[in-house]
C-alpha cells in the first residue's frame, strides 16, 4: 500500500516539472517574438489610442427682441353700467312692460306706477293756474291804466300765478316719475317687485345692466405703484373659457392705497361683444409692468448659477472643430421662463439650450439641429 502511494506522489511532482519548463519556454518565446519587431499586443493600454469624448448639444441663435414684464393678479368682473331702479313715487305698481332677462333700449319703458291720482291732481292744478293768470291780468289792468287798488294788491296776484305755475311743473314732473324707463341700452337684470304690488318711494324696483361694455376690478400691490397706470396694457384669461385671452387697457387708478389690504384699485376696460364672459366673473390679469424693445432674450433652462453669478455657453468654432464657451451673465428681469440678458451675449451669438448642463468651457461639441434652432430659423423666414 506505501508503495502505491509512493508512485504516485512521484508521478505528480513529475508533471508539475514538466508544467514549470513549459512556461518558462513560453516566456522566452514571447520575449524573442517582440524584440523581433513584432507587433505589440492590443490590450497594452499605453499604445491605446486617445478618446475625445464629443457632446450632441442643441443651440438657438440670438435675435434682439421685444420683451414684458408682467404683474399677476386677480380680479372680478363688473359691468360698466350696473344700476338699481327705485321708485319716486309712491302707489302700485300698474304693469311692467318688458319682463326679467330682456334687452332694452335707452328711454324704453319699463314699469308703470298707477298715477290716476297725479293726473286728477294735476288737472285741478292746470285750472287753477289758469285762473290764477287771469286774476293777474285783470289786476294788472286796472293798476296800470287807472291806478285803482294797491301796487301791493298787484304783486301778490302775480305771486299767486307764479306759485300756481310752480305748482303744475311739479306735478308735471311727479307724473313723469311714474314711469320707470331704462337709462341706457342692456339687460334687465332682476325685478324685485311685482305688478299690483304696492312701492314707497326708495324702493328698488328693478335692476339695469349693461353685459357688452365691462370693467375688470383689481387691487395692485402698493409696491408697484409707480409702474402701473392708465393707459397700461393688461391680458387677462378666465379659468371657464379656456384658451381664449382677451385684452383690455387700464383706464382708471386710485390715487389712494387701502390701509386694510395695503393695495390700489384699478379698473381695466375689457369689451364684450359676444357676451361669453359676465359680472362677477373672476379672472386671471397679467398688467404690463415694464416693456422692453430689442433686447437680447434667453430661455431660462440654458442659464446656470455658479459661484460666480450666472453663467451661459455659446457654440464657438476652434482649431479642433466647436467647442462650448462659458459667459458671464448679467440678468435682467424675467417672466415666464425666458430672461433679459444685459451683458454677456451678442446678437448672433448661437445659445446652447440643451445639453448645456453636460457640457464645460472647452468642451468638444456637436451641434444637433433641434427644435429651437428650427423655430429660430421659421420666425426669420416669416420675417
Known amino acids: ?50 478618446v475625445v469624448k464629443i457632446i450632441n448639444v442643441e443651440v438657438q441663435s440670438l435675435t434682439p427682441s421685444s420683451f414684458e414684464e408682467f404683474i399677476r393678479l386677480t380680479g372680478a368682473v363688473k359691468a360698466e353700467h350696473d344700476v338699481t331702479l327705485s321708485a319716486e313715487e309712491p302707489g302700485r305698481i300698474e304693469r311692467f312692460f318688458v319682463d326679467k332677462g330682456d334687452k332694452v333700449r335707452k328711454e324704453q319703458r319699463i314699469a308703470q306706477i298707477d298715477d290716476d291720482l297725479l293726473r286728477a291732481t294735476l288737472a285741478e292744478a292746470v285750472a287753477e293756474s289758469s285762473l290764477a293768470w287771469q286774476q293777474f291780468e285783470r289786476q294788472r289792468e286796472v293798476w296800470e291804466q287807472h291806478k285803482i287798488g294797491t301796487e301791493i294788491a298787484y304783486l301778490e296776484r302775480k305771486r299767486g300765478a307764479a306759485q300756481a305755475d310752480a305748482r303744475l311743473t311739479l306735478l308735471r ?43 375688470l376690478s383689481v387691487g395692485v400691490p402698493e409696491r ?47 369689451e364684450n361683444p359676444q357676451r361669453r364672459i359676465k359680472p362677477e366673473m373672476i379672472a386671471n390679469v397679467r398688467i404690463v409692468r ?57 446678437p448672433g451669438d448661437r445659445l446652447i439650450v440643451r445639453g448645456q448642463t453636460q457640457v464645460a468651457q472647452g468642451s468638444r461639441i456637436h451641434v444637433v439641429e433641434g427644435r429651437a434652432e428650427s423655430e429660430a430659423r421659421a420666425q426669420e423666414v416669416q420675417r
Open 1 to 50: 500500500m506505501n508503495r502505491a502511494r509512493t508512485g504516485r506522489s512521484w508521478r505528480f511532482i513529475m508533471r508539475a516539472a514538466v508544467g514549470g519548463l513549459t512556461g518558462v519556454v513560453a516566456a522566452l518565446a514571447a520575449g524573442c517574438g517582440a524584440s523581433e519587431g513584432e507587433e505589440p499586443n492590443a490590450n497594452d493600454a499605453s499604445n491605446a489610442p486617445e
Open 173 to 215: 314732473k311727479r307724473l313723469e316719475n311714474t314711469l320707470i324707463l331704462a337709462p341706457f341700452d342692456g339687460v334687465l337684470e332682476q325685478r324685485y317687485v311685482d305688478a299690483d304690488e304696492l312701492v314707497a318711494p326708495g324702493t328698488a324696483v328693478v335692476r339695469v345692466l349693461d353685459p357688452h361694455n365691462l370693467k
Open 224 to 270: 408697484y405703484a409707480l409702474d402701473v397706470g392708465v393707459g397700461s396694457r393688461a391680458y387677462i384669461v378666465f379659468d371657464v373659457l379656456p384658451g381664449h385671452e382677451f385684452e383690455g387697457t387700464v383706464k382708471f387708478a386710485a390715487a389712494a392705497v387701502d390701509p386694510v389690504s395695503r393695495t390700489f384699485e384699478v379698473e381695466i376696460a375689457l
Open 290 to 346: 415694464h416693456a422692453y424693445d430689442a433686447v437680447l432674450v434667453a430661455p431660462q433652462q440654458a442659464v446656470r448659477r455658479v459661484e460666480r453669478g450666472f453663467v451661459a455657453f455659446v457654440a464657438a468654432s476652434s482649431e479642433q472643430g466647436p467647442i462650448a464657451e462659458e459667459r458671464l451673465l448679467t440678468l435682467g428681469p424675467s417672466y415666464a421662463n425666458r430672461v433679459v440678458v444685459e451683458k454677456g451675449l451678442s
